[in-house]
């Protein structure tokens, strides 16, 4: 599997999962009846299914962008941690830091970290 497909293989599934789901405001109280705080409501505001289909179309056409980068793109030095450069090309940076999205993913592979 190439990074690419794994990239596209995670934003299929995440697009799957939210078109399965119903948009929902929740209505959260503890255990004494009072209304959760913002922030859980923030939460699910921000992983409603529309939201997270935009997120997806958004994703994907960065990696598009990075595809279309990649034709034009001869490398360029990138320095690493330890003070070191090394020729790296401007998809793979971008393809690396999509792929880091799902770094707990089993089929993920250490190379692809950014």
Known sequence: ????????ARLDEDEALA??????WYLV????????GTDL??????HDPARVLRQVAALRATLQHA??????????HYEQGDGSTSEVRVDTLIHRALAG??????DFRPEWGA
């Not at 599997?1 to 596209?8: A, K, L, R, S, V």
């Not at 109280?29 to 959760?36: H, K, T, V």
């Not at 595809?67 to 360029?76: I, L, N, P, Q, T």
């Open 41 to 46: 409501m923030e939460y699910f505001q921000r």
């Open 19 to 24: 078109k399965r789901q119903e948009p929902t």
């Open 101 to 106: 999205i799902w770094a707990d993913h089993p």
């Open 29 to 36: 109280e503890d255990d004494l009846g009072r209304e959760a």
């Open 67 to 76: 595809v279309a980068a990649g034709e034009f793109d001869d490398g360029y």
């Open 1 to 8: 599997m190439t990074i690419e497909e794994f990239i596209e």
